[in-house]
T-cell receptor
Framework: AQTVTQSQPEMSVQEAETVTLSCTYDTSESNYYLFWYKQPPSRQMILVIRQEAYKQQNATENRFSVNFQKAAKSFSLKISDSQLGDTAMYFCAFMHYGGSQGNLIFGKGTKLSVKP | GAGVSQTPSNKVTEKGKYVELRCDPISGHTALYWYRQSLGQGPEFLIYFQGTGAADDSGLPNDRFFAVRPEGSVSTLKIQRTERGDSAVYLC????????????????FGSGTRLTVV
């Protein structure tokens, strides 16, 4: 069974600084996707960034980038130039593809606070 | 609709009662998922619909939980004989079905229903 581990329950960062959130996962699958989701107090899960496991190049989306280390099964999120609106819960998630389901497996989350 | 709509936003019920939680997905999205998010945890998969049929209900915790999607759009999650341990946020997500060899990663989540069993 696949598992996702986020070892940092809470993190804080000063506005405009850079912060890195950690995620490790365990799987015997070779074909999968990895995701970071943001969950503000509104509760809606918002996709931040995704990475296909077969791609060696790390995904980037504006201020958000990942460090994907497939052999180490590590998938960290770097947020540059942190903004107050980045304050939220962040969840790392895994999805095996090749089947017909597409359900996500989530970690427990990291609460990020951006301080002015 | 423009997004995934879940109603009610909050629901308080007494232990032992029956509840229904509704999810209205994005128009045209054939895949629909239910997740449960307990306090301090990440969401956990409950059930997946492809069209009208439950393609995978392996995440339902027991037979008190049931979900339907009779016309392939709106889905209802039903919980019988509610227990305090059922208290959680229930999230719904929908996506266009990409086929068995490609991940349905185009998820859109709703804002969830917070269920409190007292």
């Amino acid at each position: 069974a696949q598992t996702v581990t986020q070892s940092q329950p809470e993190m804080s960062v000063q506005e405009a600084e850079t912060v890195t959130l950690s995620c490790t996962y365990d799987t015997s699958e070779s074909n999968y996707y990895l995701f970071w989701y943001k969950q503000p107090p509104s509760r809606q899960m918002i996709l931040v960034i995704r990475q296909e496991a077969y791609k060696q190049q790390n995904a980037t989306e504006n201020r958000f980038s990942v460090n994907f280390q497939k052999a180490a099964k590590s998938f960290s999120l770097k947020i540059s130039d942190s903004q107050l609106g980045d304050t939220a819960m962040y969840f790392c998630a895994f999805m095996h593809y090749g089947g017909s389901q597409g359900n996500l497996i989530f970690g427990k989350g990291t609460k990020l606070s951006v301080k002015p | 609709g423009a997004g995934v709509s879940q109603t009610p936003s909050n629901k308080v019920t007494e232990k032992g009662k029956y509840v229904e939680l509704r999810c209205d997905p994005i128009s045209g999205h054939t895949a629909l998922y239910w997740y449960r998010q307990s306090l301090g945890q990440g969401p956990e998969f409950l059930i997946y619909f492809q069209g009208t049929g439950a393609a995978d209900d392996s995440g339902l915790p027991n037979d008190r939980f049931f979900a339907v999607r009779p016309e392939g759009s709106v889905s209802t999650l039903k919980i019988q004989r509610t227990e305090r341990g059922d208290s959680a946020v229930y999230l719904c997500a929908s996506s266009l079905y990409m086929g068995p060899v490609r991940a349905n990663y185009g998820y859109t989540f709703g804002s969830g229903t917070r269920l409190t069993v007292v």
